[in-house]
């Protein structure tokens, strides 16, 4: 079975046991968080799509650890005048590992 949720303004197509990393969430690590956001939910040819999202389905998840992604280089360089300008950024992540998918 597998779902498709909505998260930090983003969509994540996820199935049991799947570890994934999304936008930082206000949650403590250990915590279960429920998401029911959930446009999709498939197992096989079976399929329920919402509109907008599937009435009474419900993604719960597990919160592994709060982390910060990678870090992005960002150069901004103007040419023949003598300038350059080196930052970076690195996104706060939460890792969340998918327990369970219910729909009604």
Do not use: W
């Not at 998401?35 to 592994?64: R, W």
């Not at 992604?69 to 706060?92: A, S």
């Amino acid at each position: 079975m597998y779902a498709v949720i909505v998260t930090g303004g983003k969509q994540y197509r996820v199935a049991q046991g799947d570890s994934i990393f999304v936008e930082k969430l206000d949650v403590e690590e250990g915590a279960n968080i429920d998401f029911d956001n959930v446009l999709m939910v498939g197992e096989g040819e079976s399929v329920q799509i919402g509109a907008p999202y599937v009435a009474g389905a419900k993604v719960t998840a597990n919160v592994v650890a709060q982390t910060r992604g990678v870090k992005v280089r960002i150069m901004k360089f103007r040419r023949r005048k003598h300038h350059q300008k080196c930052t970076g950024h690195r996104q706060y992540l939460t890792q969340i590992e998918i327990t369970g998918i219910s729909a009604a």
